[in-house]
């Protein structure tokens, strides 16, 4: 068993600090690990991609998941409609206690893991079925007839990845206090957008004003865009912390905290180009 060994790294200034407070709340503490593994076996690159694509592949798994609960179990129970926009959605209650079930573990378990490591293998494994569940029943029912949007959303979304891999390798975007302090900046702006939108609405006086922002389809396309941006970002903020993790030996029980920061964010430009392509095409 390998000897643990105190890191000799000075420790982040204070405002270092103030920069990672919206870092992927996933893999942000890996930044503040004293921790240390003996030469050889500490974290490795190989180990970390191993790991994301794991998670990535249970994501898909989920989505196969819900299509096959769908085909041999849902389909089968008792069915209530809905019209929407002159949309006509068949569903059985059990299913929506199912993605009801499956959203819930999807905000939850994220907020789990910035204070529970030790069981990422398993809460990591649990989000990645239930958010690939969600996205099979989007696809399913959201996107009928438009399925090749979801395809063309993960093309898109591996592209994003690849360049902004390639950016950070080369040292192209190089993540230093300045971007994580503009990222943050940009970060805030959007969280306290979406939260004013969402009082403006619950307000009668304003909700009209913001039902013809949402309904505004340049505004929801420039919206999405600038969401993709920021998640791609985040993306080179994950690569440095791995890059660190690595550098540092971190002991590899840090592989799978590290795997699943980047799964996370890579899941969460998926739905990002998702949600533009939607828009785009009016679904």
């Known amino acids: 068993m390998a000897k643990k060994r105190l890191a000799t790294d000075p420790p982040a200034g204070k405002n270092e600090k103030s920069t990672n407070i919206f870092a992927n709340p996933v893999i942000r503490k890996l930044n503040k690990v004293t921790e240390r593994a003996e030469e050889g076996e500490g974290a490795t690159y190989s180990g970390i991609t191993i790991k994301t694509v794991f998670f990535l592949l249970v994501t898909i798994g989920g989505v196969a998941l819900y299509y096959a609960l769908q085909a041999f179990y849902f389909s089968s129970l008792p069915q209530e409609k809905v019209v929407s926009d002159d949309i006509v959605f068949s569903f059985s209650i059990i299913e929506i206690l199912f993605v009801l079930a499956a959203l819930v573990f999807t905000i939850v378990i994220p907020i789990l893991t910035m204070f529970i490591h030790k069981g990422i293998p398993f809460t990591g494994t649990l989000y990645s079925v239930s958010q690939g569940f969600l996205l099979g029943w989007i696809i399913k029912n959201l996107l009928g007839g438009y399925e090749w949007i979801a395809w063309a959303a993960l093309g898109i979304t591996l592209l994003l990845v ?110 990002k180009v998702l949600d533009l392509l939607m828009t785009v095409n009016n679904k």
Not at 228 to 241: R, S
Not at 257 to 267: D, K, N, R, S
């Open 162 to 271: 690849a360049v902004m891999a390639v950016l950070y390798t080369a040292r192209i975007i190089k993540v230093t206090k300045k971007f994580r302090t503009i990222l943050t900046v940009l970060f805030v702006t959007m969280i306290l957008s979406s939260i004013a939108c969402v009082v403006c609405y619950c307000i009668p006086a304003t909700s009209s004003i913001v039902a013809v922002m949402l309904n505004n389809p340049i505004l929801s396309i420039a919206v999405a865009v600038i969401g993709i941006i920021i998640a791609t970002l985040f993306l080179l903020v994950d690569f440095d912390t791995i890059e660190k993790t690595v550098t540092n030996s971190l002991p590899q029980k840090y592989e799978w905290v590290a795997a699943f920061g980047l799964a996370f964010t890579v899941i969460w430009i998926y739905l």
